[in-house]
């Protein structure tokens, strides 16, 4: 991804803390709340990329799309385990963002230890506040108990891969030292981040292939079978005794989940339930001649697929530095389009050769076609919206941009969809959100 540096780029490092979009000084009070919020979007500023806040903007808008109608639209929901659907960018979407965020933040640093342990800080927030969101604290739209049980919290979610793969991108942009801009190739400018990018990369391959998954098995305490231990669970045996396998049953990512994190505090409805061998009903519910794995839970947002999810955040990273180092509107898309269209070959490459596009695993080829699409999403709006100037056309995904951080609290928490449901004319059964589904979604 050759990029020749303009005599001017030494002269205009120097100068982009005045000028970039999102870089401004608050009162230092401010700084660690604005910092977080950077992370997925929201931070108040007078000066912004407009083009950005579009994106994240259309990131939450495509996250609550298929949140509330991927279930009457399956098209647009997650696939149940290889392939792409609309849903399946959104977490894609959202680690480049965050990527991109990242350059900016770290730009200029003064004191690499102080910038460490603020990032720490960032992510533990944001960690934590995914954990109270989907961990079980909130009780979903037709549950009126209260409390969480703490053997069944779910550890990992949405807001804790975006702080992972900040962290890991934070990182490199503090301590991984770049080249200036010469007259060299701006993938030589940044070698050492893209050491790191093939690292993790490796890491993944040779844990995904080489780990050796023993048969293993569960208690179920939600469904009805025959095989019914003392304490009136269900006991599903799971057969494997397999290496590099990349079904829903005997993968390296999950057999890791289950030791580390503990399989009741994995995701208990994976999207791989819709898959036809599951032959689940219409209530949601798997038959007692479904194989056995699926009624066993699983995380996609797993220990072992944040690795790749990290180098989905750092190539974000990587598409902010042409952003805050290129001048010129034709620099800045030359470069992003010819290093999106490689990303895109190789991992279409990697498909065709046998390794499946799977968001549940962020396998490779997941990782790099969408991280393309990301980058070419990246830069249509920017052509659209800061070179041909149409920003009153997507003010309402910019405005959503602006509050990507509250829009995501409201949606996950369904405070929106509680609110909404809390009013009804005579019957509490006469609610809005009963007489969508009544009239709408069920016909």
Known sequence: ????????????????????????????????????????????????????????????????????AGSSLPVIAHSPWNGLHLADFVMPLFL??????????????????????????????LFLLGVFLQGGYLHGITSLTYGV??????????????????????VCEIWLSRQPCRKAAFFRNYIWHWCAVFFLSAIYIGLTYGLYVADWQFEDLNSFSSLISENGSTIHTVTCSVRGDLGPACNAAGMIDRYVLGINHLY???????????????????????PSWCYAPFEPEGILSSLTASVACIIGLQYGHILTELQGHRDRL?????????????????????????????????LLVT??????????????????????????????????????????SNLIVIAIQGFYWKSPANNIIYWIVSHVVQK
């Open 1 to 68: 991804m050759p990029v020749i540096c303009s005599k001017s780029s030494l002269n205009f490092r120097g100068k982009m803390a005045e000028i970039l979009p999102l870089l401004n000084n608050h009162q230092q009070e401010d700084e660690e709340l604005q910092q977080l919020q950077l992370i997925i979007g929201e931070k108040k500023s007078s000066s912004r990329i407009a083009s950005l806040d579009v994106f994240r903007g259309l990131s939450i808008f495509l996250m609550v799309l298929v949140d509330y």
């Open 96 to 125: 480049f963002a965050a990527g991109v965020s990242l350059a900016i933040v770290y730009k200029k640093i003064e004191n690499k230890y102080e910038a460490t342990w603020k990032a720490i800080v960032r992510v533990v927030e």
């Open 149 to 170: 049980d703490v053997e069944r919290i779910r550890l990992l979610g949405i807001l804790q891969r975006i702080a992972i793969g900040y962290i890991a991108a934070a």
């Open 268 to 290: 208990q409805k994976p999207v791989y339930r819709n898959l036809k061998e599951c032959n689940i009903s219409k209530g949601g519910q798997v038959p007692e001649s479904s």
């Open 334 to 366: 030359c470069n992003w389009s010819l290093m999106s269209i490689l990303l895109l070959i190789l991992g279409s490459v990697l498909a065709l050769i046998g390794i499946p596009i799977n968001k549940s695993l962020y396998t490779i080829s997941y």
């Open 371 to 412: 991280s393309a699409a990301s980058g070419i999403t990246f830069c249509a709006l920017y052509l659209l919206v800061d070179v041909y100037g149409w920003r009153r056309v997507a003010f309402v995904l910019e405005w959503m941009g602006k509050h990507s951080l509250s829009i995501f609290i409201l949606v996950t």
